[in-house]
């Protein structure tokens, strides 16, 4: 093992740990709401989940619990999503250097994990932080889900165990398994690594949406189903796929971050081109996360109404659909920002010039579709509600507002987004294959014909008279779908044996690399209020229609008090991060030795 | 330096983020609060009116049934015509069916809010489902939770709105709305039985069924009918009898008047209990 300041970390981690299985031994001493249960006479299996008084929940130091505990667990979740997603694509770099035989390829993957390391205690620590929050401040709560989940915690909690021994071991063998077969055993770390790390998340996820639509139980909460039963739950599925692909979006933005900051603060070129390419890089995974994600929204959102239509309504368009709206912008955001930097990154080839002049076209589709989705068609509300908004319709924006329109623009912008990684991933590269002309004739036809097949589709579904115009979104998500894999596939033919022109990494504006800030900025942000608005869905219950919530801060919060919340949370995590590289950067900083000294007098000198 | 430019850069994106939320309008989502009313000298005018509120607030009707389509807008709709031509529809096969006037509206407008899939108004179903299954949750259950008197309080206003006479009863003093649904079952007159036991007793079914020990053979043995009859033909063969006569026996005997006797809710427990002897 090489001796150095990780070590620090490691042994900051074996701290966590314990501290975790403190909490968790903790947790045990506390009443036992099922032995309660059987003491008044009941079977604690058939007992429904308890009804709780506002006198039931400790106050403690005038603390606010809902704020306690929902800024300790978006912390978790900034953290673990982060701790989760950078260990899977460094995982796919490694894959890349080891086919590809390229070296930086495997160290950028070994600086990937660098960082995760440092950032590992802080999510254990928030992990424990979080449950012995949860414990004090709503322990009937804690004790219903401890019911109805029975021993998963434990599995959990052996979940989280391995996931530390195998990610201390995947870092820390990393240069011992590094060539030949010896790397396949270390990829098959990587793998059981991530493997153990989705479980994690998938368990952990089975709690929240249990919360959300409970399953395995009665109306009254008494459990009827299976632990399996319970966490499969109808939201369960929805939420893993939508949380695997948010991490990894999430965790490109945040390394990306590193790399720009790396880029900024270095002097020499040779390492100001590696963390070029290395941002270029976690942007690029960044993007691959996000494209698929708002499919995934969409599901979600859609079983959600088919789980609940009051649920569905009460996101969509009561109270929470402004906070649609700034999931919009914060969207829209990520998206200008994600093309900003690949336009810039045009600069990095002597070709890229001449890709120039479209980018004001792809610009204004972006921007254009973004005004489109941020456009609020209707908003749903109790009468007070609308008092306070003043109506509930947007007259003059309602037919951009609608489904058929987001839709369309949402797409828009994909394949837009798509073009612009394209045109440089082609402006390095001048084709010499003879089919090259007829293939770049087909991807033209692609994008017009796909393009038009979207904003067609989006058309007839403005037009059909149904309160559900789903039936058109289909059709745009194929086109966009095959536009993207159809010219990805053309291109590799295309661009075969194609001659490869430099690119010159390193050769970025400062400006361009700050659009890699505002990618973890907003992407941070948008997953707390995200986080705000799962938790909010349940309005006033605990677990939804099976226990209710009768704390004083069973209400939801105002948007400008969810986001002053949010932004704290967020300031809180950057402060992490800021630490963790520091940290991870310690790691590489040598003290120069000390001038050797003029050899002092010893007393037998003196004495001569 | 770097540091603290990218720092100040990242503070005013937050900045934004943050101001933007503040100035878009701000609601605080209040859980529903429990009305205490003085319901022992509430009249038809004051139930109707508290049904009004209860269909804006606590019941959350407006949050679906508005002019945007997702479900019948009743506060505009002609509702007179709406739930007659609800009743006359062949599909429909509720406890009221073939009847009309303000009966049949109480019972209708009960059977939607406690089990609305009885009858799903076309084109309104659940995705998928044609139209058989209806996404109005249940109003007496979680999250609505409305209770008796409060159901009763909605359904005079719906039946007011509908230009019949309210038939629902007014609250005693005993039932304060808050009050939960058990504690009204006392007196029979006033509010539905809550346990199958009692409604066999009061329905007299065990006259003729061999039921709770009565061996009885006026009708089928009715131990283990769960087993043999699925929760729809056991609800059908009460308030419908003649629809389906059992092997053996005649039609005409059962009484024909259960559908209209009993409650919805009494139907579904007696239901439920039957469905579930095996
Ligand atoms: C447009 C349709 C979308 C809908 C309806 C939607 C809905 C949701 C909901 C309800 C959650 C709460 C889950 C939770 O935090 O536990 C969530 C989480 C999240 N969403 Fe979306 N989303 C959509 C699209 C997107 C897009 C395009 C992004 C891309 C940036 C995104 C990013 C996130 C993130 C980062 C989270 C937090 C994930 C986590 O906690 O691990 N969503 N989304």
């Not at chain 2, 056991?234 to 009993?262: C, H, K, L, S, V």
Request: aromatic share 12%.
């Amino acid at each position: 093992m090489t001796p150095g300041p990780i070590r620090p970390a490691f042994r900051a981690g074996i701290v966590m740990a314990s501290l975790v299985l403190v909490a968790a031994a903790a947790t045990g001493l506390l009443p036992d709401p099922a032995a309660a249960a059987a003491d008044q006479g009941m079977n604690a299996a058939t007992a429904g989940a308890p009804h709780v008084a506002r006198g039931d929940y400790p106050t403690i130091a005038g603390m606010s619990s809902r704020t306690t505990v929902w800024a300790l667990a978006q912390m978790h979740l900034f953290l673990a999503a982060f701790v989760l997603a950078v260990p899977l694509f460094s995982l796919a770099t490694e894959f890349m250097g080891k086919v590809t035989d390229d070296g930086r390829y495997d160290s950028m993957a070994h600086e990937f994990m660098k960082i995760t390391m440092a950032a590992y205690s802080f999510t254990a620590l928030a992990g424990g932080a979080l449950a012995l929050a949860l414990f004090l401040f709503y322990p009937p709560l804690m004790g219903y889900l401890l019911r109805v989940f029975r021993g998963q915690v434990l599995i959990y909690a052996l979940l989280f165990g391995l996931e530390s021994v195998t990610l201390y071991i995947y870092y820390y063998s990393w240069k011992a398994l590094r060539y030949g077969n010896r790397k396949w055993v270390h990829m098959s770390i990587g793998l059981l690594l991530n493997a153990v790390g989705l479980t994690l998340m998938f368990v952990a996820n089975g709690w929240a949406t249990f919360m959300m639509s409970p399953a395995g139980v009665d109306t009254t909460g008494a459990i009827t189903g299976t632990v399996w039963e319970a966490t499969r739950n109808p939201l369960w599925n929805p939420l893993n796929l939508h949380r695997f692909l948010a991490n990894i979006a999430y965790g490109g933005a945040i390394v990306g971050a590193y790399a720009a900051y790396m880029f900024l603060a270095e002097k020499d070129p040779a390492r100001r081109a590696h963390y070029d390419w290395m941002g270029y890089t976690s942007n690029f995974i960044a993007i691959l996360g996000f494209l698929p994600l708002p499919f995934a929204g969409y599901w979600l959102m859609a079983e959600i109404y088919s789980y609940s239509q009051q649920m569905g309504i009460t996101a969509m368009g009561g109270v929470l659909a402004w906070l649609f709206i700034i999931q919009a912008v914060l969207i829209g955001t990520i998206m200008l920002a994600a093309n900003y930097y690949l336009w810039s990154g045009l600069m990095r080839t002597d070709r890229g010039r001449k890709y120039v002049p479209y980018v004001k076209y792809v610009g204004v589709v972006i921007i254009g579709g973004f005004l489109v989705w941020v456009t609020p068609h209707t908003l749903i509300l109790t009468p007070s509600e609308v008092q306070v908004l003043g109506g509930t319709n947007h007259k003059l924006l309602g037919p951009l507002g609608i489904m058929p329109a987001k839709n369309t623009a949402v797409n828009l912008m994909l394949v837009f987004t798509f073009l612009s990684f394209q045109m440089f991933y082609r402006s390095s590269r001048i084709p010499t294959s003879r089919f090259a002309p007829a293939g770049n004739a087909i991807i033209y036809a692609l994008y017009i014909v796909g393009c038009l097949n979207i904003v067609g589709a989006g058309i007839y579904g403005y037009i059909t008279p149904t309160v559900y115009k789903v039936g058109a979104s289909v059709p745009q998500v194929v086109s966009t779908l095959v536009i993207i894999v159809g010219s990805v596939i053309i291109d590799i033919f295309r661009l075969r044996g194609a001659e490869t022109t430099t690119i010159h990494w390193g050769r970025m504006s400062p400006r361009s690399q700050y659009a890699l800030f505002v990618l973890p900025v907003a992407f941070t942000w948008l997953m707390g209020l995200m986080g705000y608005i799962r938790s909010s869905l349940r309005t006033y219950w605990h677990v939804y229609t099976v226990m209710r919530d009768n704390s004083a801060e069973a209400y939801i919060p105002t948007i400008g008090q969810a986001g002053n919340v949010i932004t704290l949370i967020t300031l809180g995590f950057m402060a992490v991060m800021v630490f963790v590289f520091w940290l991870s950067r310690l790691g590489e900083t040598r003290q120069a030795a000390p001038e050797p000294r003029p050899p002092a007098r010893t007393a037998t000198e003196t004495a001569r | 330096m770097t540091f603290l430019k990218v720092f100040a850069f990242s503070l005013l994106s937050l900045l934004v983020f943050t101001v933007f939320a503040n100035i878009l309008p701000q609601v605080q989502s209040d859980p529903p609060k429990e009305e205490t009313l003085d319901t022992g000298s509430m009249d038809m005018a004051g139930m109707i009116a508290f049904g009004e509120r209860l269909f804006r607030g606590k019941g959350t009707c407006t949050l679906c049934h508005n002019e945007l389509g997702r479900a019948p807008d009743m506060l505009n709709l002609d509702l007179t015509a709406d739930f007659a031509s609800r009743l006359a529809d062949p599909a429909y096969a509720g406890a009221a069916k073939g009847k009309t006037g303000a009966r049949a509206f109480e019972i209708y407008i009960r059977e939607s809010m406690q089990d609305p899939s009885i009858y799903v108004v076309p084109g309104f179903g659940k995705k998928g489902t044609n139209d058989t299954v209806s996404p109005m949750p249940r109003v007496d259950a979680p999250p609505i939770e409305l209770t008796e008197v409060e159901m009763n309080a909605v359904i005079a206003f719906l039946q007011d709105r509908a230009g019949v006479k309210p038939t629902v009863p007014l609250p005693s003093a005993e039932e304060a709305p808050a009050a939960e649904p058990a504690a009204t079952a006392q007196e029979e007159d006033t509010g539905p039985l809550t346990d199958p036991v009692e409604i066999i007793d009061s329905y007299g079914c065990a006259a003729c069924h061999d039921l709770n020990g009565s061996e009885a053979d006026l009708g089928p043995d009715l131990r283990g009918v769960g087993t043999r009859l699925s929760r729809e033909e056991i609800a059908r063969a009460i308030y419908d009898p003649d629809a389906t006569i059992a092997e053996g026996y005649e039609p005409g005997i059962m009484p024909q008047d259960f559908g209209e006797r009993m409650r919805v809710s009494e139907l579904n427990l007696l239901v439920d209990y039957l469905a579930s002897l095996k």
